[in-house]
Structure formats: structure tokens, C-alpha cells
């Protein structure tokens, strides 16, 4: 059974996911569809791309990818399909796979032809990447508001089967991708980071890592609060505490609570490093 996940800012109270699931499956009745999140902020082209990279580590080899967060459906922007050693990944060219190129592909950045926000970047030899131009495997009429249903899911689905991703159209050698935040040190070791994902607890996943973090004792302050050392696990101690999570990332918490709420946080609010003197 072959594995598609879903990753979309579709929501889960109207049709849409269910639309784009029933799109696969009139192809490939055995694909097996997994959701990774559906909860993506509306047009948060930046949250999707750090939450498919947290995830798509985990499942087994050869998965096919689809994320549609695609604020620029119908536009001139191209569709992608990119295939790595590890799986493949169908998606407007929209820098929704940033994160992943990222980490997989030499980056050889260049300023976008079309799209002065986003930067081009070389892929990396040993991974394939196509433009999705062949209206062979889409699904027709094709709605220049849903391409996640009419283009995306039918494409996926035929990946799924086995057809070569240059049968869905011409090889291309650059892809978009949007410029990354990145945590940033300064010589006295304070390091700045920012709030990338709220999850269902929420928690506050930071893009801060392990490695970034100062060799010493740490005072992380967020929103006017100050918290002092590391925990290892929610529970340890009252109010808010900092501790890495399971994606890798730096989280502030809250024993039995939000944070989120508790702060008043949102997505891209900064949090600060301080080594404890």
C-alpha cells in the first residue's frame, strides 16, 4: 500500500480534504493517506515547510508528499514534484518545501526572475525535480481555485503507481524557496530565535536547536518572562518551563496549560537566550 500524506491550511470543517482524498483514491483506490496537518494558518506558506520537515523523516522510505498551502492557486506559479533518495514531495513552487531543500540540496541562492521574496536555488545532484505541465493525469475541468484536488491529488496518486515523475512533465534544475529564519548569536552568546508553530497544547515550538543554544546554564525570556535552566520533560516543575521537544526544537510550556494563551503568543514572536551568569 502506498503511503501520500496531507498537508494543507484546508481546515477540517468544510469538503476540502475530503475531496482531495477522494481525488487520490479515484486513482489509486489502495493508496494508503495519511494526515500530517490540516491546521496550517491560512496562507502560512513558512509554517508548513518547518512542520513537513519535522515529520517527514518518520515515515518509511519512498512516501509521496503533498503540502498545498497555495495562497497563488491559479497564478502563473509552477507545480512541482521533487524527488529525493528518501521520498517525494508534490507541491506548488511556492517555497512551501524550503525547509526540506534545505537540508537535502546544495543551496546555490539567487534572486527569483518572477518573485523578488522568494530566492532560486540549484538542486542538488542526485535529486530529480519536474514541472507538473502534462494535463494528461489531471482531473478535468480543472478549477483555478483548487489545484490541490484537480492537479496535486491526481499526480500524487499516479506517483503512487508507479509512473516516472517525468511523465508528468519537463525536468527542471532550480526551485523557489523562501528565505529561512534562522536563529541568530551574537559575540556575548545571546541567541535569538522566534516562534514557528503553536501546537494543540500550546506549546510553543521555537526554531531554536540543541546546538544553538550557549555551553552553560540558560535564561530563556519570552514575552516579558524570564525562565531559568532547561526541563526535561512537561511535568517537572510549575508555570512555564523551556525544554526540547521531540521535533529537536526549543518548546516553552506550561504545566497543565497554554502557553500560548498564558502569553498572549503567536507565530513568529521572539524568544531570547541569555547564558545565566
Not at 489509486?28 to 513537513?52: E, K, R, T, V, W
Not at 489545484?147 to 519537463?170: N, W
Not at 534544475?173 to 536563529?183: E, M, T, W
Request: hydrophobic content about 40%; charged content about 20%.
Amino acid at each position: 500500500m502506498p503511503v501520500i500524506t496531507l498537508t494543507t491550511d484546508f481546515g477540517l470543517d468544510d469538503a476540502y480534504v475530503a475531496t482531495v482524498k477522494g481525488a487520490i483514491l479515484s486513482t489509486n483506490p489502495l493508496a494508503h493517506i495519511i494526515d500530517i496537518s490540516h491546521s496550517i494558518a491560512p496562507q502560512n506558506i513558512l509554517q508548513a515547510a518547518f512542520i513537513l520537515n519535522m515529520v517527514y523523516r518518520h515515515f518509511p522510505p519512498q512516501t509521496i508528499h503533498v503540502a498545498v498551502v497555495d495562497p497563488g492557486v491559479g497564478s502563473k506559479r509552477r507545480g512541482i514534484i521533487l524527488k529525493t533518495p528518501f521520498a517525494s514531495f508534490v507541491a506548488p513552487d511556492n517555497g512551501i518545501l524550503s525547509y526540506v531543500i534545505d537540508d537535502l540540496c546544495q543551496l546555490k541562492n539567487t534572486p527569483s526572475s518572477h518573485d523578488p521574496s522568494r530566492e532560486k536555488i540549484t538542486i542538488k545532484k542526485g535529486f530529480e525535480a519536474t514541472a507538473i505541465t502534462d494535463p494528461r493525469f489531471w482531473h478535468h475541468p480543472v478549477s483555478s481555485t483548487f489545484h490541490g484536488r484537480d492537479i496535486f491529488a491526481p499526480v500524487a496518486a499516479g506517483l503512487s503507481l508507479g509512473i516516472s515523475l517525468y511523465e508528468f512533465g519537463e525536468k527542471i534544475s532550480s526551485l523557489n524557496v523562501l528565505p529561512l529564519p534562522r536563529p541568530c548569536a551574537d559575540d556575548r552568546e545571546e541567541v535569538t530565535g522566534q516562534v514557528m508553530h503553536v501546537d494543540h497544547f500550546g506549546n510553543l515550538v521555537t526554531n531554536v536547536k540543541k546546538n544553538d543554544l550557549p555551553r552553560k546554564s540558560v535564561i530563556i525570556e519570552i514575552a516579558g518572562y524570564a525562565i531559568h535552566e532547561l526541563s526535561s520533560y512537561y511535568a517537572q516543575r510549575e508555570g512555564l518551563l523551556a525544554l526540547m521537544g521531540s521535533s529537536g526544537y526549543l518548546e516553552i510550556s506550561l504545566k497543565n496549560g497554554s502557553a500560548r494563551e498564558f502569553l498572549n503568543a503567536a507565530i513568529g514572536d521572539e524568544v531570547r537566550i541569555f547564558p545565566e551568569i
